[in-house]
Nanobody
Framework: QVQLVESGGGLVQPGGSLRLSCAAS???????MGWFRQAPGKQRELVAT???????NYAGSLKARFTISRDDAKNTVYLQMNSLKPDDTAVYYC?????????????WGRGTQVTVSS
């Protein structure tokens, strides 16, 4: 059974930093891991993804401030977020995309709240 457990969210002042972690278990292989976020009243949106071959993809406006990385030994993906702004306030969801016999399947964590406020 695939499980994704996120951690690292919280309250931070504008300009501050946070590092989110997502530990995956129950997987044997994956295509990509990543982060999405959803602010109140808005649709879930891409933050960043990283493939098994280390190809990264960022939402264009976030690339300058956010960095995605992973640790294969720990089956963990990280999101380093710097220079945080109030607009970054959202629930951040970990995503895992795995290959199946019929294509790709997506798994989601429960989300971790990030609040940027003074």
């Amino acid at each position: 059974q695939v499980q994704l457990v996120e951690s690292g969210g919280g309250l931070v002042q504008p300009g501050g930093s946070l590092r989110l972690s997502c530990a995956a278990s129950g997987i044997f292989s994956f295509y990509a891991m990543g982060w999405f976020r959803q602010a109140p009243g808005k649709q879930r949106e891409l933050v960043a993804t990283i493939t098994r071959t280390d190809t990264t993809n960022y939402a264009g406006s976030l690339k300058a401030r956010f960095t995605i990385s992973r640790d294969d030994a720990k089956n963990t993906v990280y999101l380093q977020m710097n220079s945080l702004k109030p607009d970054d306030t959202a629930v951040y969801y970990c995503n895992l995309r795995v290959p199946t016999t019929s294509g790709m399947s997506d798994y989601w964590g429960r989300g971790t709240q990030v609040t940027v406020s003074s």
